[in-house]
């Protein structure tokens, strides 16, 4: 069983010592008070796994390399090194593909896309990008245009995932992307490729259409494409990390390094936060962000009451697994907000009385068990409820 009491772990030198690393560059007192820590961990192997799990092995063994090399007992400075570069070739794997997905079918369709999140984020505000890890590759198109990327792919070496059973006709990549928000496919190097119609769940947060009107043009390694503003960006992390509770270090990475870039610009994150609604998220999330990076351990009870319970529940969820998480995310008010501090009692009550709605949404699975002519697939709407208690009382 876990401790529900956070001070637990931010008294734990394991943990302390693996907050002080998940960062791009080390300040003085931060080195200092890591030297004072590394004497205090004595369970080296459980620190390794807890750095991979975070997916801050990378970080955490270069400055360990860097400034204690001496003090780590050298199997687990080996067992670092070596879990290091298989990480680090995985992601130069992520990234080859991010070039081939833009450069093999996004630009011969002409198809106007938005890349997120994983090599793009990288490479603009991480100075070794492979250091920061991915799992796929991410991105916003949209709607209309999605049939065609679909189609396109699956007859050129690329494989269903999400949906698995999907099909490159016409009707079956049509269905498909009006009824589902991610589409995942798997490239040649199987790695998985999501395209995306929305950003949040329920479209209420971020207008994908204007996302994808906003797009700026980057170029990475000879690829060009396009990327959200870096205040937008700021602000979408800022909405997605507390939407999974900062489960992951590597996202208190993202958001000091983008911090620190010469173009992040704080009254322009609030305006664009101001924008979204979503201002008291940003706030938590800058204090939290401080907090953590404070060279010394403080008090969560000097936090203000907001940022004090996203950064209670994203300790225990830093030390949880998957199932941890989604056992919070059972307790979200909406799909989109993780706190009710988040939003207002307007959007929590319209969700409420409208959110039962879904259960209507026909699955492919629906359409690939019964395909039906574009004019008759308001049929799924009716079996869909029907379908979905019979599949939970199979499985119980």
Known sequence: MMPDCPAQYMADPNFQLLLLLSRLNLSQKQIQMASELIPLVHDWEGFTYQASERFVLPLVHGHLSRWWKDQIPPPYLDVMKLYSLRALQHNLNITSEFKNIVRDVLSPLGI????????????????????????????????????????????????????????????????????????????????????????????????????????????????????????????????????????????????????????????????????????????????????????????IEDLTPNTRELVRTAILAMHGDIEYEHSLSRKKPTPDFSFAWQTNSTHIWQWRLTGWTRIFRPTYENYAAWPLARRWQWLYCCIRPFHETYSRLAQK
């Open 112 to 299: 106007p896309h938005l890349c997120f999140k994983g090599p793009t984020l990288a490479y603009q505000f991480y100075h070794e990008p492979a250091q920061r890890l991915c799992r796929d590759v991410d991105i916003l198109v949209s709607k209309s245009d999605l049939p065609r990327i679909l189609q396109y792919a699956l007859n050129n070496g690329y494989q269903p995932h999400d949906p698995k059973q999907l099909a490159p006709d016409a009707e079956s990549v049509a269905f498909v992307a009006y009824h589902q928000k991610v589409v995942t496919l798997l490239s040649p190097r199987n790695v998985a490729v999501e395209f995306h119609t929305k950003i949040d769940n329920t479209g209420s947060v971020f207008d994908a259409k204007q996302m994808i009107d906003k797009r700026q043009p980057i170029t990475i390694n000879t690829v060009d494409t396009c990327v959200m503003p870096i205040s937008e960006l700021f602000v979408y992390l800022c909405w997605h990390h507390t939407k999974h509770y900062w489960s992951r270090l590597h996202w208190l990475v993202d958001i000091t390094a983008m911090k620190a870039h010469k173009d992040f610009n704080i009254d322009e994150v609030m305006a664009c936060a101001k924008r979204h609604a979503l201002v008291s998220t940003v706030r938590s999330c800058l204090e939290m962000v401080d907090f953590f990076s404070a060279p010394t351990v403080n008090d």
